[in-house]
T-cell receptor, first 113, second 116 residues
Framework: DAKTTQPPSMDCAEGRAANLPCNHS???????VYWYRQIHSQGPQYIIH???NNETNEMASLIITEDRKSSTLILPHATLRDTAVYYC??????????????FGTGTRLQVTL | DTGVSQDPRHKITKRGQNVTFRCDPI?????LYWYRQTLGQGPEFLTY????????KSRLLSDRFSAERPKGSFSTLEIQRTEQGDSAMYLC??????????????FGSGTRLTVV
C-alpha cells in the first residue's frame, strides 16, 4: 500500500471549516484513499473514502486531486468534538490478502473556541 | 448489536505474567483484525482472521503472542510472559468482506495493557 504524508498537527476555530491535507504521491490506480479519526481513548472511526471522484457524506467531504497524488478532508463546520487525530490511509482492495489498513502518525486536529 | 466490544478495557499486569484479551465483533462481520497502538503512534497491524481461519500475521506478532477465533465468532489475543514493551493499546476491528470498500472497519475501544 502507498505511503501517505500528513502534517503532524493543525488548529481550527470552532464553526470554521477544517481542511486536512494528505499527500500520497505513489498511489496506484486501484488504491482508494480512506480517512479515519481517533478521538482520545477510543478506537479509530471510519469517516469517508474515495477512489478518484470527490465524495461527501454526513461527516465530511473528500477532495482528491485529478492526478490522485493528494487529497483533502474537509470538515465543513468544525466543533470541539472533532478534536482528534485524523489518519489518511491508502489501500488497495484486491491485494489478495487482508486488505489491512496501514496507519501513519496522522494529523492531530485541535478545534478551539 | 451496537459495535465491536473488547474486554477488559484496562489491564495492569506484572512482567512475566500471561494476559488474555477478548474481542466480540459485529455479529455479521466475518473479518476480524487485531492492532496494537503505542503512545503517539498510529495503530499497527498484528493479525487477521476470516471466519475462524487466521490468514495473516505481522512480524510484530512474536512467539509470545497467539490469537484465536474459534467458530468464527469472538476472538482472543493472549500474550505470554509479558514484557514492559508490550504495554500498549490493543485494538480489535471487524468488517464484512464485500462491504469493506464502502464501510471500512469498525473498531472497538481497545484494551489498554500496562506491564509493571
Amino acid at each position: 500500500d502507498a505511503k501517505t504524508t500528513q502534517p503532524p498537527s493543525m488548529d481550527c476555530a470552532e464553526g470554521r471549516a477544517a481542511n486536512l491535507p494528505c499527500n500520497h504521491s505513489t498511489i496506484s490506480g486501484n488504491e482508494y484513499v480512506y480517512w479515519y479519526r481517533q478521538i482520545h481513548s477510543q478506537g479509530p472511526q471510519y469517516i469517508i473514502h474515495g477512489l478518484k471522484n470527490n465524495e461527501t457524506n454526513e461527516m465530511a467531504s473528500l477532495i482528491i486531486t485529478e492526478d490522485r497524488k493528494s487529497s483533502t478532508l474537509i470538515l465543513p463546520h468544525a466543533t470541539l468534538r472533532d478534536t482528534a487525530v485524523y489518519y489518511c490511509i491508502v489501500r488497495g482492495l484486491n491485494t489478495g490478502t487482508a486488505s489491512k489498513l496501514t496507519f501513519g502518525t496522522g494529523t492531530r486536529l485541535q478545534v478551539t473556541l | 448489536d451496537t459495535g465491536v466490544s473488547q474486554d477488559p478495557r484496562h489491564k495492569i499486569t506484572k512482567r512475566g505474567q500471561n494476559v488474555t484479551f477478548r474481542c466480540d465483533p459485529i455479529s455479521e462481520h466475518n473479518r476480524l483484525y487485531w492492532y496494537r497502538q503505542t503512545l503517539g503512534q498510529g495503530p499497527e497491524f498484528l493479525t487477521y482472521f476470516q471466519n475462524e481461519a487466521q490468514l495473516e500475521k505481522s512480524r510484530l506478532l512474536s512467539d509470545r503472542f497467539s490469537a484465536e477465533r474459534p467458530k468464527g465468532s469472538f476472538s482472543t489475543l493472549e500474550i505470554q510472559r509479558t514484557e514492559q514493551g508490550d504495554s500498549a493499546m490493543y485494538l480489535c476491528a471487524s468488517s464484512e468482506t464485500y462491504r469493506t470498500a464502502n464501510y471500512g472497519y469498525t473498531f472497538g475501544s481497545g484494551t489498554r495493557l500496562t506491564v509493571v
